[in-house]
């Protein structure tokens, strides 16, 4: 993309995965799925697939099948914070998503299936 197109003050419109809780700069490539089966925008076909198996229903799947994967996905997306808290990554990425917002650094954008009476910040998808 070229410089010119890119926003160069702040705050920076971002796109937030209703699933990883990433934010993404809509200058910079937020280029995901808006999806009108969950009201929300996905970073990637890999963050709306485990939301369709982690808040669909378990449908023709398996149960445990579906709780190990469920378990498998919460072991490999943690790491351990500096005060010996297991953090999974989702919830680290929401935090400085937060953070961002409340420094002033960024600014949500929804997209046409998201609910647009929320605060357009954080929280939504809890």
């Known amino acids: 993309m070229s410089s010119f197109l890119r926003q160069t003050s702040r705050p920076f419109a971002c796109r ?3 699933f990883c809780k990433d934010s993404f700069r809509v ?3 937020a280029y995901g799925i808006e999806s009108a089966r969950h009201g929300a925008w996905f970073c990637s076909g890999s963050c709306l697939q485990l939301a369709n198996l982690f808040k669909g229903s378990p449908g023709d799947i398996n149960e445990y099948a579906r709780d ?4 498998t996905y919460n072991n490999c997306f943690t790491y351990i914070s500096k005060d010996g808290e297991v953090v999974h990554i989702p919830r680290k990425n ?3 998503t937060e953070d961002d917002i409340r420094r002033g650094d960024i600014y949500i954008i929804k997209g046409i ?3 647009t009476t929320d605060d357009n910040h954080f929280g939504k998808y809890d």
Not at 68 to 71: N, R
């Open 27 to 29: 200058d910079g490539g």
């Open 113 to 115: 299936y998201e609910d």
């Open 94 to 96: 929401e935090q400085t």
């Open 16 to 18: 937030q995965c209703a």
């Open 68 to 71: 190990s994967l469920i378990k």
